[in-house]
Structures are given as structure tokens and as C-alpha cells.
């Protein structure tokens, strides 16, 4: 029989490595290279209803007056993940960044699995007014910014994916993630990775949902990717050409060599993407929610 210390020890390690794990899944290693602390004059907070019925924060920056672009972080992840992108913000834009639900400063404690619990929060965020709206989302930030694309075309005047989590046929589970749910070893892990894994555990079913709405999205969308991807694999970009087949136009980008975590390490390419989207919303007229619009070259 285990002693009482030897039965911690064994708790311990697998605690630690289920956080190891949970944390490289997660894409946590990479930052921005701004102080996070920097962008704490940013923030915002704001009370959503919906079906959530929580607090959710924000940093926000740039011209108000100007196109906004929202920013979806990953799992696990927070809004001032982008604090780069808010202290040297693209020309001429209206930059948001979420704490997403169950993430950094939004509620609720525990995890938001939901994709379309998720969009409704960005969709809180669209501009209320006439201006464009671009949504741009990393990893799992992806399928949130390609529900609210789908479901706001009125609303979308543009959609960027970054390494995006979006085909459920490669989504896996690593055998130690349906650890992480047992009461006591849930209980022991911090907020951001408890909820990670539950997003991440749920989160094949929900792509399956998203797969029968991207059909909806007309918004023009830009897929970047990096070929060493090893977290969400660029095997997910053909699945994304075939069902984002009404998008008024459909740019891809092959980044030979990047990884998983593109707002870092590969922030040039990132807002060459953004360009891109800017020039796409400018001139465009959002399409209706019962509009099929005509497929046009990327400008």
C-alpha cells in the first residue's frame, strides 16, 4: 500500500505533468514582447447578458473612428496577449482585444465550451454603428471569429484566421486531458488551464456544429498558417478552402517554416494580413443576412 507521501508525490507528478501538457496544447509559451503590464490602461469592462449573465473585460485603443478590429486569443489566453498590436497599432484602426469567456479578466469562473456562447461575446463587441468590423482569431480564437462571421454578416467586413483550429476530423485529445477533469486534479489547476482543457476536450463536436454554418460566412477571409505548424497542423487549410466557398474572396497564405504562434513570432506577416482586410472592408458593401453575394478577386 502507497503511504500518505507517496501517494502525494504520484498526485504531484501528474498534476505536473497534466499542466506540462495542458500548457504546450494550450500554445502558451510564446507573448508579446511588450510589457503586459503596459496595456492595463486599456482596459474596459462591460456587463453581457445573453445566456452568460457575466462581466466581460477588455483593452481597447486606436482611432475611434476608424474601422475596429476585433482580437480573439486562443486557449489558454488573455486580451493583453496582443498588448504589441495595442501599443503600436495598425494605421488608422479601432483595436479591441477580449479576455474571452472564462479567460483573464471576464467571467465566468469556470470554462465556456460553447462556441456560440463564445461569438455572442465578440458579437456584443461589434461596432454599433456603420463602420467596418474586422474579426481576426487565433487557434481556437478561429471558430469563435468564424461563428460571428457567419452568424453577423451584416456586421463582419472581414475575417482573419491565424492557425486556426477549424477541422474537427484532426482535432485529438491527448490521453492525460481526461486527467485533468477528475475532481481533485481540476480543482489543483490554475483557472486558464482548467478551462483550456475543458474547451479543448469539447471542442470537436462544436467544430462539427461550425462546420454546417461556414457556408454563411460571405465576409472576404484570410487564412495564414505556418507549414511547421505542430499544434493545429496546416492539414486544417483545405478543409477551410472547401467550406468557405461563399466567401467573396478567399486569400491563403503559406508561411514556409512558422509554427503555431504567428501573433509573436511571426507579427510581420500578421499585419500584412491586416492590411489586407483593411483594403477588402473599405470599399465593400456587408451583405444582408439573406444576400448571395458574387464571387470578386481579392483587391
Not at 495598425?90 to 471576464?106: H, I, K, M, N, T
Not at 481556437?140 to 483550429?165: D, M, N, Q, Y
Not at 472592408?281 to 448571395?292: G, H, R
Request: proline residues 8%.
Amino acid at each position: 500500500m502507497l503511504s500518505l507521501n507517496s501517494k502525494w508525490c504520484h498526485a504531484s507528478r501528474t498534476l505536473g505533468a497534466i499542466t506540462v501538457i495542458l500548457t504546450t496544447i494550450g500554445c502558451a509559451p510564446a507573448g508579446p514582447v511588450r510589457p503586459v503590464a503596459s496595456v492595463e490602461s486599456l482596459r474596459q469592462n462591460t456587463r453581457i447578458d445573453l445566456s452568460l449573465n457575466t462581466t466581460l473585460s477588455y483593452l481597447m485603443a486606436g482611432n475611434s473612428q476608424g474601422p475596429r478590429l476585433i482580437l480573439i486569443h486562443g486557449t489558454p489566453g488573455s486580451a493583453d496577449g496582443w498588448a504589441d498590436y495595442l501599443l503600436d497599432l495598425p494605421p488608422g484602426l479601432e483595436v479591441l482585444a477580449l479576455d474571452r469567456p472564462g479567460f483573464g479578466q471576464s467571467g465566468p469562473a469556470g470554462a465556456v465550451v460553447s462556441l456560440e456562447k463564445q461569438a455572442a461575446a465578440v458579437a456584443a463587441l461589434l461596432a454599433a454603428d456603420d463602420r467596418p468590423t474586422i474579426v481576426l482569431g487565433h487557434s481556437l480564437g478561429g471558430p469563435i471569429a468564424a461563428w460571428v462571421a457567419a452568424t453577423h454578416p451584416e456586421k463582419v467586413s472581414a475575417l482573419i484566421l491565424l492557425a486556426a483550429s477549424m477541422d474537427p476530423a484532426l482535432e485529438e485529445i491527448h490521453p492525460l486531458q481526461p486527467i485533468g477533469q477528475w475532481a481533485w486534479v481540476h480543482a489543483l489547476l490554475p483557472r486558464k488551464l482548467r478551462n483550456a482543457n475543458s474547451e479543448l476536450l469539447a471542442l470537436k463536436p462544436e467544430l462539427n456544429t461550425l462546420g454546417t454554418m461556414l457556408e454563411q460566412i460571405k465576409a472576404p477571409t484570410i487564412i495564414v498558417h505556418g507549414t511547421q505548424d505542430s499544434l493545429v497542423p496546416v492539414a486544417n487549410v483545405p478543409y477551410m478552402h472547401a467550406k468557405l466557398r461563399n466567401s467573396r474572396c478567399l486569400e491563403t497564405r503559406l508561411l514556409p517554416g512558422h509554427n503555431h504562434f504567428l501573433p509573436w513570432n511571426s507579427a510581420n506577416e500578421v499585419r500584412l494580413a491586416i492590411d489586407w482586410a483593411v483594403k477588402q472592408s473599405t470599399p465593400m458593401k456587408l451583405a444582408s443576412a439573406n444576400e448571395t453575394p458574387l464571387k470578386k478577386a481579392c483587391l
